[in-house]
């Protein structure tokens, strides 16, 4: 099994293809998985589209029910938390570059691993990225506890824990994992492919497109002549922006 360890964590990943990196964010939050880029929440599904062409990335994020990626938690546990995995797996590939592509709380993966390490991204696709539009509601999400009740193995996962954990990852505003000041100032290449529900508000999905200085933006693109021409338009963009030494 490809897996790496680093800081107590155990990561699996898959590779498919070959080429220029691309690394991958499943969507379905704290459930992020391999196997949900194959399922009907994915319209468009990395391996499928892309491996021809590129080196494709998936991974188990920590702690995923019935993913293959494991590690403790902690009340500092947060975003930088699953963005050391994401490095990880850069550094035990010796990936100095790479694409990123995102679903869903893929968007929020993408914005700290672009803070914390821009150089290593060579352009990165935000579909239909998470945020939160208001106030923070009271409580946890119901989603975040949908994912506590899945631990197994956890008995350091206490409620206080817990509680600090959905703090630290949810208290933050806008993209969670960075301010709009931050996405101001990327000028990483981008292409936002906009969320149109609760989980994926519209609003967080067009600030993200106009905030970001070098960004193209598709309003339409889950299903249909509109999907069909959207991985078009994704397929142009990550070709444009792969290093000319890399192409093949």
């Not at 998985?33 to 080196?55: C, F, L, M, Q």
């Not at 000028?187 to 609003?203: C, I, K, Q, W």
Request: hydrophobic fraction near 40%.
């Amino acid at each position: 099994m490809p897996t790496l360890q680093h800081h107590g964590a155990t990561i699996y990943y898959e590779e498919h293809g070959k080429g220029f990196p691309i690394l991958t964010f499943a969507p379905a939050g704290l459930q992020s998985t391999i196997k949900v880029w194959g399922g009907g929440s994915a319209p468009i599904n990395p391996i499928t589209e892309w491996s021809g062409s590129y080196r494709v990335i998936v991974m188990d994020q920590r702690n995923a029910a019935g993913g293959r990626s494991r590690a403790p938690i902690t009340a500092k546990d947060g975003w930088d938390s699953y963005t050391a995995d994401h490095i990880a797996v850069l550094d035990h590939l010796r990936i100095d570059k790479c694409h990123l592509f995102g679903q869903c709380i893929g968007g929020s993966f993408i914005a700290n691993l672009l803070k914390t390490q821009p150089q290593r991204v060579a352009s990165a696709v935000w579909a239909q990225p998470i945020g939160r539009v208001g106030p923070m509601k009271p409580g946890r999400p119901a989603r975040f506890d949908e994912w506590a009740k899945s631990l197994e193995g956890h008995p350091e996962a206490t409620d206080e824990v817990l509680d600090a954990f959905c703090q630290n990852l949810y208290g933050p505003g806008f993209l969670y994992s960075v301010d709009r000041e931050f996405v101001k100032s990327c000028r990483t290449p981008s292409f936002v492919l906009a969320g149109n529900d609760e989980a994926h508000p519209r609003p967080i999905s067009d600030e993200t497109a106009k905030l970001l200085p070098n960004a193209e933006y598709i309003t339409e693109w889950k299903e249909g002549a509109a999907l069909e021409a959207a991985k078009a338009r994704v397929k142009q963009f990550l070709a444009k922006y792969t290093p000319v030494t890399a192409r093949a």
